[in-house]
């Protein structure tokens, strides 16, 4: 990320503070209007990322370049969102990198597709699965806003019937029926590759295991990621009072050759 | 990742279960030794990665390519080492990725650099420092051997005196005194980069968020992850009775212009 | 307790679910409304504790006879309550029961008064401390409705400055200053007496615990529980989405002899 | 607690620090060896409760009376024993106290049992069943050592075929099926009486769920409580790295009168 200047047509994150940001895009001659006073354009083309600008109520915002992760956090979501806390996990468990090749079911909005195809670049591949054509749509304009299209191939079908793809570096699933996926991962998967699952319940996890068991992955290890947040001020220091508790259970395997 | 045959000379992960595996290069003519009986190399060259041997007792080995976390397991240790669940939020929040330019401190054993430069292949940069020199040569074996050293300059020296680098897109500390490294690392970032710290301890992480509201930083947050793993199994599903209760808080920040 | 019947005058909790619970006075001729519907209290007067009654929309309500802990979440509250896991903790940490001798400050809206009271009885005594005079009648109003006055002595006075007491069983404290306390605590308690306090921040807890290390105190322990609710049911059996994340930490230590 | 005087015969809490502690029994004329010098029981009668002594090695000893909680870490565990935290919520939760009759079933080591009987007094009454009879027998001379045996009838059966008292005030399970005592429960429990299982699986959870949901039981709720500890000391506060993550499950629900 190199600082560079801020042109008609850019997306940009307008930031107030960590709860109130606004990802918007750049028209000249005309202004975008919050609770804060507006802020005009034209002050702001020209201008180089990372600055800040006041508005007409003389409050300060700074005017960021999107990441990957801002344009997360405003995409559409048809479905219930994975959180970063579970994208992090999935993708340090998943072993992929700069040129995986990936599966990925279902596609959802497209955050944790769009999460892991940042990773694959330049040179790696996800194909991502969704059974209802409308998700697919939206997740498409979610992830076309991001700039990652080139790396993700969205395919409508349903991950329990069939999968295309063959020797790929993992399978990665957040869908309600995961277990019904095992035998087909296992066959889409290379050796030595990595099946992850993220459920909500119990016993979805049950299921899964069970049928990751009966396929002959190893190490199947199932992990539950609780984040706090801690309020640090000093002589005031204390985890955040409300938190989210629980967001869903990682499973995750591996591939080997079967037993002779 | 695509299935490929085991050579002389290659490392190869030995695994018997999630919690017995054993990293070794694989020599012609040569055996190796464990409780459950010995494996001939002479057995497994030849094979391809991902499937299974027999030991002397008729013990099933799976015979894997060691992944990146599989060599991080194995680095020798000469300091703390930082923990997969923490090294996964630490690239989720630096919003790193393929091309990034990143400073870390301290090197120490090198697992938290070597991460960093899997994800920022094939065209990004860890600089790394460590100011202790004993340390630093320790990390480069553990490093050569994961193969990402081209990825990776490391340097003797201390962050809190002097840091080379301009424009980098994350400064990440792992040490001792992160709070007098946030003058050099705003100098170090580019306007919009993230700044990312490691304490064990809460006053580490105070003194560390008062330094980054004294410097302007915005969206300064502190976090704390809990793992927790689930034995899975029909009829006897539950949390793991002793767990690691804690290894650090992180904390994150985001630089900006400076006010006018 | 023993079953027995529903009477004018008689405090009722009208059951409706775990969320939905409604503690009112029992009066001839009158009627309750709720949103789902109404119920005549004629109806209720001579029945039995633990029944059920339709409501005039044809809604079953569960008649209970209120525990103290229904009375303690219905407390009119001055101040930030306690909660129950906290309160079960701070019970258990000191060592109280029937007879015990209890320094209890600040009252607060004496949620956590009637506790302890409800266990000392039926010779023990709570002395409970409260600076602010106007808490001091809210709890007093509280605490009548409970029946446990006989076992608690309200006090308006700083336990900064004077505690009369001697030789008692525990100081159990819920206020700002704890390590202001702990001088007088320790002249309070008799040998071998418990010294409890709960408080938010980590802050306070350091310097609770420098003071009671000082004051060679011993068993010096610091906790925090965090309390998850599980929603149970076959096939959907998850922890609740959104917990309580923190309310504060407990810190507790023995008294001794002094060192000669 | 007043403090007294040490005589020859008493039980006596030889206390070093919070990981180091002795119950013994004082004896005229013996000595206490430790790894840090021993101690002349001659030395210590006549002394007061709380004070400190020299070993023969002039470590600094403190003499404390034994409380519930230091005899119930001392006794020998025939079985699981139940973890203070939880003992405290199942204490809370059950809104027992003096004068309340309990079923209790396991009765396994004692642990429990005596901490129901210690809040229970000095009119109230603890039946406590085992249908194994060797546990029984450890469990007696457990208790009998506490001084709570008054307040106990112990008695060998299975309560999931038989449970012979009636408008008990709490029915209170840590066996290995509670949902197959549902029944019973339900019978001997007078009406807005408690109910409250602890199981180490999610699965005996559901089970018992299910069951209660079935017997009309009202409020059921399932919470785990994570306690952690926090080493607490000015500039290297942290919790504790290693915790107990998860000991079991605690369900309670309420008796209500049948639907009509």
């Known amino acids: 990320m190199t600082t560079d200047v ?3 047509g850019d997306d ?3 930031f107030l503070d960590s709860k109130r940001t606004f990802l918007i895009k750049v028209r000249k001659d005309e202004s975008f209007h919050t609770h804060k006073g507006y802020i005009r354009f034209n002050d702001v083309i020209g201008r180089t990322y990372g ?9 300060d915002f700074v005017l960021f370049k999107p990441t990957l992760s801002d344009y997360q956090k405003k995409m559409r979501h048809a479905t219930q969102v994975i959180y ?4 992090a996990l999935i993708v340090n468990y998943s072993n992929i990198g700069p040129g995986s090749r990936i599966v990925e079911a279902g596609t959802g909005s497209g955050v944790l597709t769009s999460a892991l195809a940042h990773y694959v ?3 790696g591949k996800v194909y991502s699965y969704e059974a209802r054509k409308e998700f697919l749509e939206k997740a498409r304009k979610n992830i076309e806003r991001t700039g990652l299209m080139d790396f993700i191939e969205l395919k409508e079908g349903d991950v329990t019937q069939c999968i295309d793809e063959e020797n790929v570096d993992a399978v990665i699933l957040d869908l309600a029926t995961p277990w019904l996926v095992v035998p087909l991962a296992d066959q889409a998967l290379t050796v030595g590759g990595t099946f992850i699952s993220f459920s909500p319940t119990i016993e979805q996890t049950v299921k899964t295991t069970t049928a990751l068991m009966e396929n002959e992955f190893v190490n199947v290890v199932t992990v539950e990621c609780i984040l706090r947040r ?8 204390r985890p955040e009072t409300l938190m989210i508790g629980h967001t869903g259970y990682i499973t995750r395997a591996r591939k080997t050759g079967k037993r002779g």
């Open 6 to 8: 801020i042109c008609e």
């Open 12 to 14: 940009l994150l307008l």
């Open 51 to 59: 600055g800040r600008v006041k508005s007409s109520l003389d409050v």
């Open 84 to 87: 970063s806390k579970d994208t």
């Open 121 to 123: 670049r330049p040179t």
């Open 230 to 237: 801690i309020k640090v001020k000093e002589g005031q220091t």
